[in-house]
């Protein structure tokens, strides 16, 4: 399984960045996917997660600000970030597991300048 990730960039403080996740393959409908992000020095922490029947999970701290979604015909999870704040800036990984085994894609960046 591959995964790609992509959309990160520089914004504002209250703007809004939408990343994307294309797996190699038809797995959305099996398996849960999930973002994660480490800012630096921190440990990786999930962000959120979706399941393959759709329900989600957030973290409290991004509660009412993220959204993540999937596309199944697409293979693609994404994860709409509205009123980004600058404790947001970290790298951000998609993942999915897979039998036990983790997956991850290369991280895409997010700064958020205040």
């Known amino acids: 399984v591959q995964l790609q990730a992509s959309g990160g960039g520089l914004v504002q403080a209250g703007g809004s960045l939408r990343l994307s996740c294309a797996a190699s393959?038809?797995?959305?409908?099996?398996?849960?996917m999930a973002w994660y992000r480490q800012a630096p020095g921190q440990e990786r922490e999930l962000v959120a997660s979706?399941?393959?029947?759709?329900?989600?999970n957030y973290a409290d701290s991004v509660k009412g600000r993220f959204t993540i979604s999937g596309d199944n015909a697409k293979n693609t999870v994404y994860l709409q970030m509205n009123s980004l704040k600058p404790e947001d800036t970290a790298v951000y990984y998609c993942?999915?597991?897979?039998?036990?085994?983790?997956?991850w894609g290369q991280g895409t960046l997010v700064t958020v300048s205040s």
């Open positions: 979706v399941s393959s029947d759709g329900r989600t």
């Open positions: 993942n999915v597991v897979i039998m036990m085994r983790p997956y």
């Open positions: 393959g038809s797995i959305l409908t099996t398996h849960s």
